[in-house]
């Protein structure tokens, strides 16, 4: 087995290892979510990783997107998260997107995903993406973050639970977000993005809320 | 008494927990207007668990659960 994999060892088996080198997924976002989404699903060894974003870093992305720095503030998003993917981890096939995910464009770039990382930054665009999901009958796995705040879930396709957790007119209230906020959602991402691509027991349709101001976590079906 | 639990951005000036004498309101939407919430900034609100509307009944003894929306990225 491959060095770099090595540790992942005990955790995952051999053939679940293997098996996440076969799977393709899109991040959609590569914003506070998706950098660290990246990063982790490039570490892990997922086969192929496609990352869409049509927006470039600004100052106020320096505070937690991981991929954002003063060197890269103008640039493109989704091309800088290509160098890091190059830079961390050649041997996934990394297929950069400099677009914003569009009711256009969410058909083809899901084309034969295995899952799709909900890396967006509102309502209405999760909303587009989720129907895309659900008409290609490829699970999405959700993530948002306000402030202290960090939500999680795997949304089957036709389970219509998007429809819960933002009721129509629901509005966000507040941008704010903090350094650690946008790694732990990712993190709680990824951890059922793994579960659902090797093949393990996961609970669809279940939202998991973390409040890391009260240090509570509660699950809702 | 209704037990109001908010969650999240909610509890600001808030806390955790409340209580409501029941004769005092008779949906959810009473208690979203007692305590000052906009119906849009409640996304998910649960009476004893399930899954609810600001219209529907509440009653002696019903926990309310008030989660804003999270939708960051």
């Known amino acids: 087995m491959d060095q770099r994999y090595i540790r992942n060892l005990g955790a995952l088996t051999e053939a679940e290892c293997a098996l996440l080198r076969e799977k393709t997924v899109l991040v959609a976002g590569c914003g506070g979510l998706g950098g660290y989404l990246i990063e982790m699903l490039l570490r892990l060894g997922v086969g192929e990783i496609r990352a869409a974003d049509g927006d470039r ?11 954002s720095a003063p060197g890269v503030l103008g640039r493109s998003k989704a091309e800088v998260a290509a160098e890091r993917a190059a830079a961390v981890n050649p041997d996934v096939r990394f297929v950069a997107a400099p677009e914003f995910v569009t009711e256009a464009n969410a058909g083809q770039l899901i084309r034969g995903c295995d899952a799709v990382l909900d890396a967006l930054d509102n309502i ?25 705040s960090a939500q999680a879930a795997i949304i089957l396709p036709g389970d219509g639970m998007l429809d819960w957790i933002y009721p129509e ?3 966000l209230k507040s941008k704010a977000s903090l350094s650690f906020t946008p790694p732990f959602c990712a993190a709680l991402q990824t951890a059922l993005c793994v579960r659902l691509l090797t093949g393990r027991e996961v609970e669809a349709g279940k939202l998991y809320i973390a409040d890391l101001l009260d240090m509570e976590m509660e699950s809702l079906f | 008494m209704i037990e109001v639990r908010f969650f999240a951005t909610l509890r600001e000036g808030r806390g955790k927990i409340s209580e409501i004498p029941a004769e005092e309101v008779s949906s959810a939407g009473d208690i979203l207007r007692r305590f000052d919430i906009p ?35």
Do not use: Y
Not at chain 2, 50 to 73: N, Y
């Open chain 1, 57 to 67: 870093f600004e100052a106020s992305n320096l505070n937690r997107q991981l991929l």
């Open chain 1, 124 to 148: 209405a665009s999760r909303r587009m993406l989720a129907k895309a999901c659900s008409d290609a009958r490829i699970p999405m796995i959700h993530g948002a973050i306000c402030g202290w």
């Open chain 1, 169 to 171: 007119g629901a509005a």
């Open chain 2, 39 to 73: 119906t849009e900034e409640v996304s998910i609100l649960l009476i004893n668990g399930f899954h609810s509307k600001p219209e529907d009944a509440v009653k002696d003894g019903d926990i309310i659960s008030l989660f804003p929306p999270v939708g960051g990225g």
